[in-house]
């Protein structure tokens, strides 16, 4: 479980809740029926118009992600390639097919497979940044879905604003109708809101961190590979793939990949 995700779901609900309690009102004085229907029903009613359904299904499953802790060490698989690389220097690139057997990563398994295989370093590349790019555009089309949830969230918030309003001007006669009447037109906007900042930029934001977090280590993957094929010192090897970390992260690593 995703701690930051969780705790900042929780802390911004209670903020709300406290928002609402702090000025001495009830809870139910901010709920109202036809306004969570335009707005939750109409927002996902334009998601759903915005992707086929399959991608509308994925999209409304992919909200476990965000809480799902995505556990990458950059040292434990730098100090991997760092190993295959002694392998493949001491007894032959053959060597990795066995060595491959322990690697639970099948981005990396299937690298090694083809470098075993003799596959021209160009391929090697060419095949494996295909494959990356699929994963960043897999990744790309969750992401935009819950984009274009937190669009629409205030844009049908809006809109039932807009409807509660003309009911209200359609009423006049009544003035003392007008102050509640105007409360609930304004719940539509709120409710908008919160869909958008509460629930759905949150989520498309730390998918977006566990994205680039997991290309940048599949590139590290690469380079690692392609160096071994290469033949390169296991030394020049882990100095190379530390340099796509962060100083504050490389500064974390110890000298053999991540072994203090």
């Known amino acids: 479980m995703d701690i930051a995700s969780l705790l900042g779901t929780i802390l911004g609900f209670a903020m709300l809740i406290f928002g609402i309690l702090s000025s001495g009102a009830s809870i139910m004085d901010y709920y109202d029926l036809p306004s969570v229907i335009i707005t939750i029903g109409g927002s996902i009613a334009g998601v759903l118009a915005s992707n086929k359904l399959k991608d509308f299904i994925i999209g409304l499953k992919s909200i476990s992600l965000a809480f799902k802790e995505k556990v990458i060490d950059p040292g434990a698989v730098i100090s991997n390639i760092i190993d295959l690389s002694n392998v493949a220097r001491k007894e032959g690139l053959l060597a990795l097919e066995e060595a ?4 639970e990563d099948p981005f990396l398994k299937k690298g090694i497979m083809l470098v075993v295989d003799g596959t021209d370093p160009e391929l090697v590349r060419g095949i494996l940044e295909t494959e990356l790019t699929c994963l960043e555009e897999r990744h790309k089309k969750v992401i935009s879905f819950w984009e274009k949830w937190a669009e629409l969230g205030p844009a ?25 009447s105007m409360a609930v037109a304004l719940i539509t906007t709120l409710y908008g ?6 629930l759905c930029n949150p989520v498309a934001t730390k998918m ?6 997991e290309v940048i280590i599949k590139e590290v993957m690469v380079e690692g590979l392609l160096s071994i094929q290469a033949g390169e010192n296991p030394r020049v090897i882990e100095e190379k793939l530390k340099s796509f970390l962060s100083p504050a992260v490389r500064n974390d690593l110890g000298p053999d990949g991540g072994e203090e």
């Open 100 to 103: 491959s057997n322990d690697i």
């Open 193 to 198: 809101s919160i869909i958008a900042n509460w």
């Open 208 to 213: 977006k961190v566990n994205n680039d977090l």
């Open 156 to 180: 049908w918030g809006m809109i039932g604003t807009l409807i509660g309003l003309v009911n209200m001007l359609n009423n006049m006669e009544d003035a003392s109708s007008i102050g509640p």
